[in-house]
């Protein structure tokens, strides 16, 4: 496949280092290169097969249109746009495209959030809860997407009216540790992913942008993820 990777951040450029592991044709551009979405006019994407989007909240946006409007399959990685997802839904049915979206795509992450939506019902049982996330210094939005996910996997397994309230720290290189604890006054549970590297989240974006291929639709990376 060719593949297009925008974001010459850490996760990026480990995605296109998979990507060519893995046979794929792999080109990467920055900010600088795509400033404006300039880019991903139609005429620069005529021979890509798939766009992998891990840049900031403020462009992904206008990068999704671009690509979408250009007829290419997407995977994104960026959070910070899901208020704009069901603009997108319909962008991607309008265009017939193929489009995959996480705010992680470490096989390892949808296992441990399977995990928490099993251990939710403890909100029923006087427990209460907390999320914990721990990122490095770089990242710029807190809390994580995968934090949220978790908060809202909870939500919606347990049916407790309130959200489980989620503390951020930023702090070192620490590549991303998540933690929910669950507290009666008899006992804790402590539950926690502990990313030892980016390249969990870099293969399954590319195992997702390989999975896409030829198909059209909507998905979010949790649905799909035994399919790889």
Sequence with gaps: MNLLLLGRGKTGSLVADIARERRHHARVIGA???????????????????????TTPHCVMANIEACVIAGKNMVVGTTGWYKGIDQVRDLVKRHGTGFVYAANFSVGVNLFLEVVRSAASALNYDYTGQIFERHHVHKKDAPSGTAMAMQRAVHEASGNKEEVEITSFREGEVVGFHELIFESAADRIYLSHDAKSRRGFAEGAVRAAEWLAGKKGFYEFKDIWREL
Excluded: T, W, Y
Aim: hydrophobic letters at 35%.
């Design 32 to 54: 600088k290169e795509n400033s404006d979405s300039a880019g991903l006019r139609p005429e620069n994407l005529q021979n890509i097969d798939a766009v992998i989007d891990f």
